[in-house]
């Protein structure tokens, strides 16, 4: 299994930044996709942007020139870091981390849909 821990969330004024940082550990040969999600109050969870095992990357509409993903491997370990630049009051949310695509050294995976979510951290923006 996969725990995932995220750290990096504050507050700032509008036009500021704040890099968020997610750390997965275990016993695992590789996570195939790690997602940054956020949740404002009131509102549903939505993906704010995701890296696969081989870089490539994907934003939503909102934050694109924004934010910027990134995403470094070692044995056992996945740190994913989150940049975000001219923060908006509307970017206030908890910040979940979210995984799939686990796969043990015996070369197998995890079932589809199997994800692992961290905890969250919380980023205010204020106006």
């Known amino acids: 299994q996969v725990q995932l821990v995220e750290s990096g969330g504050g507050s700032v004024q509008a036009g500021g930044s704040l890099r968020l940082s997610c750390v997965a550990s275990g016993s695992f040969r590789s996570l195939e996709v790690i997602r940054w999600y956020r949740q404002a109050s009131d509102k549903e969870r939505e993906l704010v942007a995701g890296v696969t095992l081989d870089g490539n990357t994907n934003y939503a509409d909102s934050v694109k020139g924004r934010f910027t993903i990134s995403r470094d491997n070692a044995k056992n370990m996945v740190t994913v870091a989150l940049q975000m630049n001219d923060l908006k009051p509307e970017d206030t949310a908890v910040y979940y981390c979210?995984?799939?695509?686990?796969?043990?050294?015996?070369?197998?995976?995890?079932?589809?849909?199997?994800?692992?979510w961290g905890r969250g951290t919380q980023v205010t923006v204020s106006s």
């Open positions: 979210n995984a799939g695509g686990l796969r043990y050294y015996s070369g197998s995976y995890t079932p589809p849909g199997r994800e692992f």
